[in-house]
């Protein structure tokens, strides 16, 4: 009979706020919390952990110390296992960590989530073709906007400025993308669709090329590594959407802060994902 593993822990050393000193110190906030991993998967270099390997370890509980990335690559495929996951901010910009947890603040989960007082939630996400988002998508010429994210997490000053230029070069003169079910925003569509999935829709977001100049321009944005902050069309909730490219080329995406292609033609829905997720935070 397979002994219960407890807790494993996976950690990205090359997320936003991943270096050993602060992995070390996680692993010790753990053990002191009575919760020391079992096991620590590093998945910069080892596979992310299947639903199977932890249903055939019988780990109870996957802590995840990474960015929403790394998050976003790992949920989906753990949808119907029994255990429960609690997420950290180990990334650039957590934002499900943040939906998750109030303060968003590793040692205050930590102590929560020892003290019992962490509650299971199940979490609203938005589904694509060929993929799961649990925090946002952007949708359009302006997700080239991820590529100024890898330099911020180099910290590479040069790679930040000449990727931001190529954001706005993009913005401006790709495909627009057209909201057509149902008909939402500008005729001529936009640069960059925002989709957040909530618990009354998918809170749909319009940004214009000029909106992308703006960020460039005032900097603000980026210097807060906040890329959500320009100026926008608030375009309600909806169940789901159909969204088009203006010349029929595939839309980029995206997903949870890293950067796919889809088809001219994307339907975005509204999903619960199905896995237990640990929150602290109040509501």
């Not at 230029?165 to 939402?184: F, N, R, Y």
Request: overall charge negative.
């Amino acid at each position: 009979m397979t002994t219960p593993a407890g807790l494993w822990l996976v950690v990205n050393s090359a997320s936003g706020s991943n270096d050993d000193d602060t992995r070390t110190a996680l692993i010790e906030r753990l053990r002191a919390a009575g919760r020391q991993p079992a096991r620590v998967i590093d998945c910069s270099t080892q596979p992310l952990p299947t639903r199977s390997e932890l249903e055939h370890s019988r780990v109870r509980t996957l802590a995840v110390f990474a960015g929403d990335g790394t998050t976003g690559a790992l949920l989906p495929g753990l949808e119907g296992w029994s255990g429960q996951v609690l997420v950290l901010p180990g990334g650039t910009t957590n934002l499900l960590a943040k939906m998750l947890h109030d303060p968003c603040d590793t040692e205050a989960i930590i102590a929560a989530f020892a003290a019992g007082q962490a509650r299971i939630v199940r979490r609203p996400c938005v589904r694509l073709p060929g993929h799961t988002a649990l925090s946002e998508v952007l949708a359009g010429p302006g997700a080239r906007w991820s590529d100024v994210r890898e330099g911020l997490r180099e910290g590479d000053l040069g790679t930040i400025a000449s990727t931001a230029l190529d954001a706005v070069k993009e913005s401006a003169g790709g495909a627009m993308v057209l909201i057509t079910e149902p008909a939402l925003g500008h005729d001529q569509g936009y640069a960059g669709v925002r989709i957040v999935p909530g618990e009354t829709g998918l809170a749909v977001s319009g940004y214009r090329a000029d909106s992308f100049g703006d960020y460039f321009k005032q900097g603000l944005a980026l210097l807060q590594r906040d890329f959500r902050d320009g100026p926008h069309d608030e375009l309600g909730a909806h169940p789901q959407l159909l969204c088009h490219s203006a010349d029929g080329s595939p839309i980029d995406v995206m997903i949870d802060g890293e950067r796919a292609s889809g088809a001219s033609e994307v339907r975005f829905s509204l999903a619960t994902l199905a896995l237990d997720l640990l929150a602290t935070g109040h509501g």
